[in-house]
Antibody, heavy 119, light 113 residues
Framework: QVQLVQSAAEVKKPGASVKVSCKTSGYTFTTYGVSWVRQAPGQGLEWMGWIRPYNGDTKYAQKFQGRVTMTTDTSTTTASMELRNLRSDDTAVYFC????????????WGQGTLVTVSS | DIVMIQSPESLAVSLGERATINCKSNQSVLSTSNNKNYMGWYQQKPGHPPKLLIYWASLRDTGVPDRFSGSGSGTDFTLTISSLQAEDVAVYYCQQYYTTTWTFGQGTKVELK
């Protein structure tokens, strides 16, 4: 069965970086893209970007351009998202989600990783 | 980016009654090349990730009960729960995937009356 399993919660100080991983299984990793979506406490869903494991192509939301990097490792079928220069308003649950290609819905989601930014 | 506005922000419905959630986009998400509406609906329960319910505006994902239905086209869409069950208490989000930057509505909280 398709599974996306994310790394554990993180606590970071303002200005630091965080890298969240998403280990996938149960499907051909290079066939589907992986998006990252975040959700601040009590708030809605915010799309951050997308990566195509087949060739590493990325598409980032303008809000995060220059501060986020998404990568994949096809040998371990793992996607990762690094967010730099963290601020307190980056405190959120970060989800990875599978989408076939751009312009497709997210059919499977990871369980979420809480990132807390606090001095 | 396409902006999605959901209404209402919350609603309370009795068990077995109908729940209706609306979603409006500020530009059409209907593709004239394939006549598909690039619209999805998700359900999120506390402490859980969202779950895809409806895609292409009206198709139920695998295993989704048939009391959930999606309708609409262009800029106006509706998610209907025909007979609310206790397990349907959740927040529901619409999402457009017409552009290469996905956007979500702000969410609608469905509670029991």
């Amino acid at each position: 069965q398709v599974q996306l399993v994310q790394s554990a919660a993180e606590v970071k100080k303002p200005g630091a970086s965080v890298k969240v991983s998403c280990k996938t299984s149960g499907y051909t990793f290079t066939t589907y893209g992986v998006s990252w979506v975040r959700q601040a406490p009590g708030q809605g869903l915010e799309w951050m970007g997308w990566i195509r494991p087949y060739n590493g192509d990325t598409k980032y939301a303008q809000k995060f351009q220059g501060r986020v990097t998404m990568t994949t490792d096809t040998s371990t079928t793992t996607a990762s998202m690094e967010l730099r220069n963290l601020r307190s308003d980056d405190t959120a649950v970060y989800f990875c989600a599978r989408a076939y290609v751009l312009r497709f819905p997210f059919d499977y989601w990871g369980q979420g990783t809480l990132v807390t930014v606090s001095s | 980016d396409i902006v999605m506005i959901q209404s209402p922000e919350s609603l309370a419905v009795s068990l077995g009654e109908r729940a209706t959630i609306n979603c409006k986009s500020n530009q059409s998400v209907l593709s004239t090349s394939n006549n598909k509406n690039y619209m999805g609906w998700y359900q999120q329960k506390p402490g859980h990730p969202p779950k895809l319910l409806i895609y292409w505006a009206s198709l139920r994902d695998t295993g989704v009960p048939d009391r959930f239905s999606g309708s609409g086209s262009g800029t106006d869409f509706t998610l209907t729960i025909s007979s609310l069950q206790a397990e349907d208490v959740a927040v529901y989000y619409c999402q457009q995937y017409y552009t290469t930057t996905w956007t979500f509505g702000q969410g609608t909280k469905v509670e029991l009356k």
